[in-house]
């Protein structure tokens, strides 16, 4: 007997929380339950009175997974919706990371041209290292990460996704 392989698509979602304790582990406790994967897990206060929060989650898992994961989040009490960007249309995300690299002489150089060309922005530098900020797409990201690499990468911090619908109104 065969089984069938169901096609793994990456999904963003954006779940929009009372601000409470406990919230962030109710959630991250769904996933861990049922062996599903967080790629990258954000939190944010997004009101005035600092009573909601949105948490931006990208995850990966068949079309069955990804529905099935939106109807047990939006069961949670302090959930108030749950909006899968992906499906949803046009959107942005971003990601902030960064990146320190080592080198002398024409890696140095280089890693500086680079870091032109990707629009990051040095914000350390000692003799012998860079600690370059740079935010855009996960790609883009992914992208100068790999060039680095070959300069001298040593450290790299990301942020997470945060993504949101285009348009004049809110989700």
Known sequence: MKIAQQASERHVLNVI????????AKISG?????GYNID?????DISEDHAISRITIVTKGPEPVIDQIRAQLERLVPVHRV???TESGAHVERE??????????????EALRIAELFRANVVDTTT??????????????DS??????????VEVGR?????MMRGPTAE
């Open 17 to 24: 929380v009372d601000n409470e304790a406990g919230i962030l």
């Open 30 to 34: 769904l996933f861990t339950a049922r």
């Open 40 to 44: 990258s897990l954000t939190v944010a």
């Open 83 to 85: 909006i899968d960007l």
């Open 96 to 109: 902030l990371a960064l990146v320190k690299v080592a080198g002398k002489g024409d890696a140095r150089v």
């Open 128 to 141: 012998e290292s860079f600690v370059f900020e740079l935010t855009g797409s996960p790609d883009k990201v």
């Open 144 to 153: 100068f990460i790999a060039l680095m690499r070959e300069l001298g990468l």
């Open 159 to 163: 942020s997470g996704i945060v993504g």
